[in-house]
C-alpha cells in the first residue's frame, strides 16, 4: 500500500504525458510549451479527439536513474531558487523526465522539462552544449505562441468560466499579465531557436489559429521527421 500511495504521488508531481497514436513506433519525447493561458490543456483535447493522442496518461516507475547532464541542470536551478519545496518538486520532474526516456513509444508530455526548466536549459548551451544535447535527444519542442491579448483574453474567458484564476495571473492587471506573457514568449522562442541551430526538431505555432489548423501542423511536423533526426 505504501509503495502504491507513493508512486501515485510521484506521478501527479511529474508531467501529464500522453502517448503518441502517430510515429508512435519512435521514442520521441516532445515537450509541449507555451505561456500559462495559453492553451495547452485546450490542445490536448483537440489532439485527442482527432485520434492523434491516447486519451489515458501515461504512468512511470520511480526507477533511480543517473544522469550528469540533468544534474547540473538542477544545479542551475537551485542557484535561482531560495525555496527548498520548489527546488524539491523540480528534483521529482527530473526524475519523472529522465523515466519519460526509458519509454519504447513516443509521448506528449505538456509542460514538461522544457517548460519547468526553460531558463536552465537556454543558459545550457553557452557552458556546457555537450549536456543540453544529452538532454534534448530523442526530444522535440512545440511551441505554442499567440499575441499577449490572445492570451489574456483567454485566461479572462476561463475564469469567468471556472470562477478562478491560476496562482500565476492572480492579482495582476491586463498590462501585468502581458508583461508576464510576454517574457515567456521570449524564452519559449530561444529555446526554440537553440533547438533548431543544433539541429533538435523545434517549431513554434500560433496558438490563435483555427483548432483544426494547429492539429494538421503538429501532425506534419511529426510526421516530417526522419527516423535519424529522432535517435541521434
Known sequence: MKDTISNIFYNRAGFSVYRWRICDSVPLVVDLIGPPGI????LIKCLIKKSVIHASRQKFDQTRRVCISRAYLLSLAAMRLDDIGVLQKKSIKILYDLNIHSA???VLVDEGLSQHFINELCEMPRDRPDNFDFIMRRRAVINLAASPTFIN???RDRAAKSG???SYHNGKT????SRFNMKFLEKGENLTLLM?????????IDASMNDDIVVEQIVDFLSSLTVNELIK
Do not use: H, M, Q, V
Open 104 to 106: 519504447n513509444w513516443g
Open 196 to 204: 533548431k541551430e543544433r539541429y533538435f526538431p523545434a517549431i513554434t
Open 164 to 166: 478562478a484564476l491560476l
Open 153 to 155: 483574453n483567454r485566461i
Open 174 to 177: 491586463d498590462e501585468e499579465l
Open 39 to 42: 492553451g495547452k490543456s485546450y
